[in-house]
């Protein structure tokens, strides 16, 4: 079975790729390598010992698309390519529209007019805005979103969602993230952005290596058990494993639209993971406390019963597993 991975050279699709090639599907990646290199490749062939296409462009570029469809009988697509820095989006909207959204019209386009109607969509819990209960189902309102990143994949939701509603032969599968952290235990792909990291876990990280001196923890006063913000992390390489179970799954039922968490349904605070990567990694975390981050909110986890009865998605991966394979990582690279 041929899949194409758009965005595979990148933090999830990369750690995607090597499941797929483990389980042995056949993978096409299309990346234009803007926020992920090229030595990545040569780390999944050596993961997996297999090989894989590639198509370097752009998904905007609609022509290189069809060519793609034509060159290859592709059986699903999994969309992982848009930018994802939530700053960043906030000062370049249209930048972040038009790549994560614009480049999905495109792509919908191009698999209607090839006959291919198979499609795994990376969404993130950020569709949830601020949940008014958690643990989050996947029947919670969505919307409120803060930032042009968390509207450009609401968006897409939408277009989806219309886009089966217009045509039952769509099978797709919408995959909401809740925060993707840790990196392959090789140590050797992982997350690597771009400047200093937005994110905590590669933020952690830094500071840990002494490339940065102190962690900022936003805020100690949201009403949570240490006053701190609770999430629900999700090991990257369980997150890249769900991806294989909505390909088997999209492979069964043939058509529908489904909505999923991934997420492992526990929430931790921003303490509880500055303390467990210090105990799992023998490592000093300079942190201070800093003022709260505009747009973030206090709680959001999962409720991951669904994935688990309709996917068979168990993740498997505790938090020690993250943090210790986030830090292994960060020591090789
Ligand atoms: C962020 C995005 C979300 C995106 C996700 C991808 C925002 C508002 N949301 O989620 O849309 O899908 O990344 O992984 O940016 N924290 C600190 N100090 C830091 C960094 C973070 O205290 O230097 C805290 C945050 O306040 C939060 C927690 O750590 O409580 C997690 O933050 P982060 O890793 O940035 O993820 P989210 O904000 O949950």
């Not at 462009?57 to 069809?66: E, I, P, S, V, Y």
Request: aromatic share 10%.
């Amino acid at each position: 079975m041929k899949i194409l991975v758009t965005g595979g050279a990148g933090y999830i699709g990369s750690h995607t790729c090597v499941e797929l090639l483990n389980k042995n599907y056949q993978v096409i990646i299309l990346d234009n390598f803007s926020n992920s290199k090229k030595e990545v490749l040569d780390k999944i062939r050596f993961l997996t010992g297999k090989d894989m296409k590639l198509y370097e462009g752009n998904m905007l570029d609609k022509k290189f698309l069809m060519n793609i469809f034509q060159e290859n009988e592709i059986d699903c697509v999994i969309d992982f390519a848009a930018y994802k820095a939530v700053g960043e989006s906030v000062k370049k909207p249209v930048e972040y529209y038009t790549n994560n959204v614009s480049s999905v019209l495109n792509l919908l386009d191009v698999m209607q007019k090839s006959n291919c109607k198979s499609l795994v969509f990376s969404s993130s819990a950020t569709v949830y805005g601020d949940p008014k209960t958690v643990p989050i189902t996947e029947e919670a309102e969505i919307g409120g979103t803060t930032n042009p990143y968390g509207t450009s994949k609401l968006f897409v939701e939408q277009i989806l969602k219309d886009l089966y509603q217009s045509d039952n032969e769509w099978n797709i599968c919408i995959l909401r993230y809740f925060n993707p952290v840790g990196a392959h235990p090789s140590g050797l792909i992982g997350e690597d952005p771009k400047g200093i990291p937005a994110n905590l876990v590669p933020y952690i990280s830094k500071v840990a290596s002494g490339k940065l001196e102190s962690l900022s923890i936003f805020g100690n006063d949201y009403d949570t058990k240490d006053g701190t913000g609770i999430r629900d992390y999700i090991h990257v390489v369980d997150l890249a494993l769900g991806h294989i179970k909505a390909v088997e799954k999209l492979c069964k039922v043939k058509k529908g639209l489904h909505i999923y968490n991934l997420g492992i349904g526990i929430g931790y605070s921003v303490l509880d993971l500055v303390k467990t990567f210090e105990s799992v990694n023998c490592v000093k975390i300079n942190y201070k406390i800093s003022p709260r981050r505009a747009g973030d909110i206090a709680i959001c986890y999962s409720d991951p019963t669904k994935a688990k009865k309709e996917l068979g998605f168990e993740p498997s991966k505790t938090l020690e597993d993250m943090l210790k394979d986030a830090w292994n990582y960060e020591k090789n690279s």
